[in-house]
């Protein structure tokens, strides 16, 4: 592993430096922000509900990994409950190792049908254009040409865009059945109720899935920004997840605008070159960020990866990168 010069990272973020990149969900000491444990909620599902109902103080939050079950509305609201009313500050939330997916390729084909839509707009456009600079040729000809050929290619990308519309339609609402969305959904209508530590390593998200979660998270940062009450994710796991370049995009998005998040943990996501220089970009905007975690994504090369850091430094020399 090669690590980059760490610079300013809070002493709560250390214990993440050294973590590695074995199955098993990370200690309370590398989650928490305090001595105080987690809870970790075992068993059955009823089990699991009824430990989720002790006295929260105790605890810096609640480790949720390895589920024996599948996650639902009713244990995220209690889950989210109880961070909420953990020791001020903490507020941990782990749910490594749980498949949040619909568990059908809806989110892969969601995100082609939304590439899709894009292009055929574009053609549209280009369409519509054609037709009107028909009316300026002087040709006859040539102008009944171009005006035929972009009424045809506007009926055509018409149709098209009518029958992904639909084909969308379909698999967002196949999609809010599956429990990364309902997990997502109630994460911002509760305003992230005190989560400031979520562990999603190896949950089986895509980008769909990531897309929401960064606009629940500015959305949180705005909301409670605003009132001034520091209740904002300060630190997000994603480890193990299939994110791509593709979910690097809606990241990248995020940690711009970002100015509460201090780590950000993204090994083995899937990177290439690409998506490595994008997280590493948002570095020149970002100053809230402590620590990115971008090893183990053996698509991209490491001295890529120098050469981008050393490109940001003149804008950010607080920022730990580690890469490897």
Same mark, same amino acid.
């Given at each position: 592993?090669?690590?980059?010069?760490?610079?300013?990272?809070?002493?709560?973020?250390?214990?993440?430096?050294?973590?590695?990149?074995?199955?098993?969900?990370?200690?309370?000491?590398?989650?928490?922000?305090?001595?105080?444990?987690?809870?970790?909620?075992?068993?059955?599902?009823?089990?699991?509900?009824?430990?989720?109902?002790?006295?929260?103080?105790?605890?810096?939050?609640?480790?949720? +990994?390895? /589920? #024996?079950? @599948? %996650?639902? &509305?009713?244990?995220?609201?209690?889950? =989210?409950?109880? *961070? $909420?009313?953990?020791?001020?500050?903490?507020?941990?939330?782990?749910?490594?190792?749980?498949?949040?997916?619909?568990?059908?390729?809806?989110?892969?084909?969601?995100?082609?049908?939304?590439?899709?839509?894009?292009?055929?707009?574009?053609?549209?456009?280009?369409?519509?254009?054609?037709?009107?600079?028909?009316?300026?040729?002087?040709?006859?000809?040539?102008?009944?040409?171009?005006?035929?050929?972009?009424?045809?290619?506007?009926?055509?990308?018409?149709?098209?865009?009518?029958?992904?519309?639909?084909?969308?339609?379909?698999?967002?609402?196949?999609?809010?059945?599956?429990?990364?969305?309902?997990?997502? +959904?109630? /994460? #911002?209508? @509760? %305003?992230? &109720?005190?989560?400031?530590?979520?562990? =999603?390593?190896? *949950? $089986?998200?895509?980008?769909?899935?990531?897309?929401?979660?960064?606009?629940?998270?500015?959305?949180?940062?705005?909301?409670?920004?605003?009132?001034?009450?520091?209740?904002?994710?300060?630190?997000?796991?994603?480890?193990?997840?299939?994110?791509?370049?593709?979910?690097?995009?809606?990241?990248?998005?995020?940690?711009?605008?970002?100015?509460?998040?201090?780590?950000?943990?993204?090994?083995?996501?899937?990177?290439?070159?690409?998506?490595?220089?994008?997280?590493?970009?948002?570095?020149?905007?970002?100053?809230?960020?402590?620590?990115?975690?971008?090893?183990?994504?053996?698509?991209?090369?490491?001295?890529?990866?120098?050469?981008?850091?050393?490109?940001?430094?003149?804008?950010?020399?607080?920022?730990?990168?580690?890469? $490897?």
């Amino acid at each position: 592993q090669e690590q980059l010069s760490i610079r300013g990272a809070p002493s709560f973020l250390l214990g993440l430096c050294s973590s590695s990149m074995s199955p098993e969900p990370a200690e309370p000491s590398k989650l928490g922000a305090s001595d105080l444990p987690l809870l970790r909620a075992r068993g059955p599902r009823e089990a699991t509900l009824a430990q989720l109902s002790v006295e929260a103080s105790p605890y810096s939050g609640v480790d949720l +990994s390895r /589920l #024996e079950f @599948s %996650l639902d &509305a009713e244990l995220v609201e209690r889950a =989210l409950q109880f *961070c $909420g009313s953990v020791t001020a500050g903490t507020g941990v939330l782990c749910l490594a190792h749980n498949d949040l997916g619909s568990g059908t390729l809806s989110e892969q084909r969601l995100w082609e049908l939304k590439v899709a839509k894009g292009r055929c707009e574009a053609e549209k456009k280009r369409f519509e254009k054609m037709k009107s600079d028909s009316s300026k040729q002087k040709d006859f000809a040539i102008s009944a040409g171009m005006r035929r050929k972009g009424q045809e290619g506007m009926e055509t990308t018409a149709a098209q865009l009518t029958t992904i519309a639909g084909e969308i339609a379909e698999h967002e609402t196949r999609l809010r059945a599956a429990p990364w969305h309902m997990l997502f +959904s109630q /994460l #911002e209508g @509760s %305003l992230g &109720a005190g989560v400031r530590r979520l562990d =999603l390593g190896n *949950c $089986g998200l895509h980008a769909t899935g990531i897309e929401l979660l960064a606009q629940v998270l500015l959305d949180i940062e705005q909301r409670e920004g605003a009132k001034g009450e520091g209740r904002c994710l300060q630190w997000l796991a994603l480890d193990g997840n299939q994110l791509g370049d593709v979910g690097m995009g809606s990241l990248a998005a995020f940690l711009r605008l970002s100015r509460s998040l201090e780590a950000m943990q993204l090994r083995n996501v899937g990177l290439t070159d690409q998506g490595v220089s994008q997280a590493i970009a948002c570095l020149v905007a970002n100053k809230s960020l402590a620590l990115l975690d971008l090893r183990s994504n053996g698509l991209a090369s490491v001295e890529h990866a120098k050469a981008a850091v050393a490109g940001v430094r003149r804008f950010n020399t607080m920022t730990e990168v580690l890469l $490897g």
